[in-house]
DNA sequence: TAGTAGATGATAATATTTTCACAAACTTTG
DNA sequence: CAAAGTTTGTGAAAATATTATCATCTACTA
């Protein structure tokens, strides 16, 4: 369970077990790699070659047992506990994300979040309890959280991100456009909405048709 | 201008372009491309080969001229001249990206919004004019729009993006876990926030400082 | 004006990722 | 039960991407 697997592989497996849950809940009970690879886009030899890392988990002339392999997947991406995680920012997009769903899916739900206005700290919004931002660090402590999502204008989100470290957070996912300095310990994920829009338009104009 | 670049060299050209335009504002007139590898976090040697696909834009012993960069970069990124988006579907996502304010450092705006729901339709929020979903297709061809964002449920996604395609659009971006199928010439953009985060968490877990 | 520090651009070396293609292993069918 | 038909797992090749190295050029100093 401790492979170490390449990071593009890496990066595919939580498509690969939404798909498989979806396939679950249709009763479907096998699959092979070309309809596999169909249904998410990616080469069936790549599909194949990411799932052997983990060992061989088809089977030859038949294919891979979907409940099986949704088992598996279920370890391997932390689905069988369920992760807290907290939010800090509740602008626009942080309400967005407070009200989108991440536990239908996936084991995980936002369960603190964090905001500087005083008429949102101590209510509870969308089921979640809303701490005061100064608080941070301690109560990611007490909580243990180790995930947090900043929602927050990019000037403050170095200083928030600091703390978040300090109180034990181990990866950030980043909704502003700067990009964080972190120990090597901690993992950042950025979601740069603009910069999204932007390579798509580059494509778009640069490589019509491919 | 019609160099083919490397994939992942344009998907980092947004943020050099975001680097550089913070720059220009704080009137930095000389960058080196060790200095701009710390703030963008990408190996210098990496922005050095970026750049150059277009051409020698540096000078030896110097640097690269900020201002000449952006310049570049505004015509390369297509930011010299507005596009416009369209939006469909204003759910919590939506309503957020609709007052996420894209302008402020692109030259993108959401000019259209589309939704299913009576009592959205035919008002305008945020500035953005809101429209009956059932007249998408038309609309994007009189409006010539041709980037659509879609936030709308993912068992409806695919045939709302047919339609788009049908009206014109010719770039997407999809919130929804669905993989979308599109003609050869159009682009899909995936932001998958439940995978993005699967993926954090998977990282924390088995690439334990790196 | 000569010497030096510092920086690019280009090439080479390395690493990572994807794809091809096929033997081996399994299932299905008659 | 044997033959026919599938489909995996994987070695090898190809394609992409990153990193290292260095000759060469610029700016600056004295």
């Given at each position: 369970?401790?492979?170490?697997?390449?990071?593009?592989?890496?990066?595919?497996?939580?498509?690969?077990?939404?798909?498989?849950?979806?396939?679950?809940?249709?009763?479907?009970?096998?699959?092979?790699?070309?309809?596999?690879?169909?249904?998410?886009?990616?080469?069936?030899?790549?599909?194949?070659?990411?799932?052997?890392?983990?060992?061989?988990?088809?089977?030859?002339?038949?294919?891979?047992?979907?409940?099986?392999?949704?088992?598996?997947?279920?370890?391997?991406?932390?689905?069988?506990?369920?992760?807290?995680?907290?939010?800090?920012?509740?602008?626009?997009?942080?309400?967005?994300?407070?009200?989108?769903?991440?536990?239908?899916?996936?084991?995980?739900?936002?369960?603190?979040?964090f905001?500087?206005?005083?008429?949102?700290?101590?209510?509870?919004?969308?089921?979640?309890?809303?701490?005061?931002?100064?608080?941070?660090?301690?109560?990611?402590?007490?909580?243990?959280?180790?995930?947090?999502?900043?929602?927050?204008?990019?000037?403050?989100?170095?200083?928030?991100?600091?703390?978040?470290?300090?109180?034990?957070?181990?990866?950030?996912?980043?909704?502003?456009?700067?990009?964080?300095?972190v120990?090597?310990?901690?993992?950042?994920?950025?979601?740069?909405?603009?910069?999204?829009?932007?390579?798509?338009?580059?494509?778009?104009?640069?490589?019509?048709?491919?």
């Amino acid at each position: 369970m401790d492979i170490k697997i390449p990071r593009a592989t890496a990066k595919r497996l939580p498509m690969y077990y939404r798909y498989l849950s979806g396939l679950h809940d249709a009763k479907i009970k096998r699959i092979s790699s070309s309809t596999f690879a169909e249904a998410v886009q990616v080469d069936s030899a790549t599909i194949r070659r990411d799932l052997s890392y983990f060992g061989a988990l088809g089977k030859r002339g038949y294919g891979y047992e979907v409940d099986n392999l949704l088992d598996f997947f279920k370890k391997i991406l932390n689905q069988d506990h369920l992760t807290n995680v907290a939010l800090v920012g509740l602008g626009n997009l942080g309400q967005a994300l407070l009200h989108f769903n991440f536990h239908k899916d996936s084991n995980v739900r936002i369960s603190a979040a964090f905001d500087i206005h005083d008429d949102m700290i101590n209510t509870v919004q969308s089921g979640v309890p809303v701490y005061d931002v100064k608080d941070l660090q301690e109560q990611l402590r007490d909580q243990q959280i180790e995930v947090v999502i900043f929602t927050v204008p990019a000037t403050v989100v170095q200083d928030l991100c600091d703390e978040a470290v300090n109180g034990g957070a181990k990866g950030i996912m980043n909704f502003t456009s700067k990009r964080l300095s972190v120990p090597k310990n901690v993992r950042v994920q950025n979601v740069d909405l603009t910069n999204e829009l932007q390579t798509l338009i580059y494509f778009i104009e640069h490589y019509e048709g491919e």
